[in-house]
């Protein structure tokens, strides 16, 4: 279900900065993990980073040691600190809550545990 709502992409330089951010509705404030996933057009969409109701966070390899998730869990706020950012970071990004505890911070997010969706916010790399 696509309830939530990104916000932040844009374009940017290599080596440069984004911060995404996610607001939810108020059934999603309780959600017991959050996620970022990623997707360009022809592949499959990339679950990046992920974040439990206790702030234990997970990534993929692909991002570990440069993007950073937080969540607002007061004000059902989910965040994304993107540092630099290669030319294949280019991608359309959605955030994402599960609300019936199919997800874990285990691993890197698993996009089909995921039941609540934005629609994305395109964010550009060029060099």
């Known amino acids: 279900q696509v309830q939530l709502a990104e916000s932040g992409g844009g374009s940017v330089e290599t080596g440069g900065s984004l911060s995404l951010s996610c607001v939810g509705p108020p059934y999603t404030a309780n959600a017991y993990c959050r996620a970022w996933s990623r997707q360009v057009p022809g592949k499959e969409r990339e679950g990046i980073a992920a974040?439990?109701?206790?702030?234990?966070?997970v990534y993929a390899n692909s991002v570990k040691g440069r993007f950073t998730i937080s969540a607002d869990n007061a004000n059902n706020i989910l965040f994304l600190q993107m540092n630099k950012l290669q030319l294949d970071d280019t991608a359309m990004y959605y955030c994402a809550a599960d609300t019936i505890r199919a997800a874990n911070v285990l691993g890197p997010p698993i996009t089909a545990e995921y039941n609540y969706w934005g629609r994305g916010t395109q964010v550009n790399v060029s060099s």
């Open positions: 974040i439990n109701r206790d702030g234990k966070a």
